[in-house]
């Protein structure tokens, strides 16, 4: 099932991450032969919803209630905070039957707006042209230690790493936003969880 609103679209998949994610990077690839230049973010997140029909009968919608639809949409609109075409959540890194058939790039652990849990999101590089997924590999172990170091909160050393990182490559959104964020010491209470304000 899938649904369009404003200039998004939610879809649906019974049969989970491993039809969602295969989908989500075709539909990338479709996209950028019709058009290189069109940006597009997409967010996958699993979990138990309910499905049904409301309203009456002179208009009649399906429709889907429940948390993991709020969850697929706030991992959805982290994609251009962190300049990325496809995030999922750890919840959806674990529904894969085989996660490592996919390239994977750690980013963040985040507790949405209006949200109490914490969530882990993974960037998949498959869902990148071929210059922007090779661009991000070469760079793949130094950002994985910039990411350690700001995460056990020395962000000095978090700081310059990311910033090699923007340095092999300029294009990478998410080292920009890690260098915007670790260029002021941590505040006393942090403890590695990003805490977005806005959905």
Not at 5 to 12: C, E, H, R, V
């Amino acid at each position: 099932i899938n649904d369009i609103f404003g200039d998004g679209i939610m879809a649906l998949f019974h049969r989970g991450a491993d039809a969602a994610l295969p989908a989500a990077v075709g539909m990338l690839e479709a996209a950028r032969r019709f058009d290189p230049s069109l940006r597009m973010g997409i967010g996958i997140h699993t979990g138990t919803l309910m499905l049904g029909t409301i309203g009456d009968g002179d208009r009649l919608d399906c429709t889907v209630v429940g948390d993991p639809a709020n969850a697929a949409a706030r991992v959805e609109s982290m994609a251009k905070m962190y300049g990325a075409t496809l995030l999922i959540s750890d919840s959806a890194k674990r529904a894969l039957s085989n996660p490592e058939a996919y390239s994977l790039r750690e980013l963040d652990c985040v507790v949405a707006k209006g949200k109490g849990e914490s969530l882990t999101i993974f960037e998949v590089l498959d869902g990148e042209s071929a210059d922007r997924r090779e661009a991000k590999r070469r760079t793949e172990d130094s950002f994985a230690r910039a990411l350690t170091a700001y995460r056990t909160g020395d962000w000095t050393i978090a700081h310059k790493c990311f910033e090699q990182v923007l340095t092999d490559d300029p294009d990478d959104g998410a080292a920009r936003l890690y260098v915007e964020r670790t260029a002021t010491p941590p505040p006393a209470d942090w403890d590695s969880v990003t805490r977005l304000m806005t959905k």
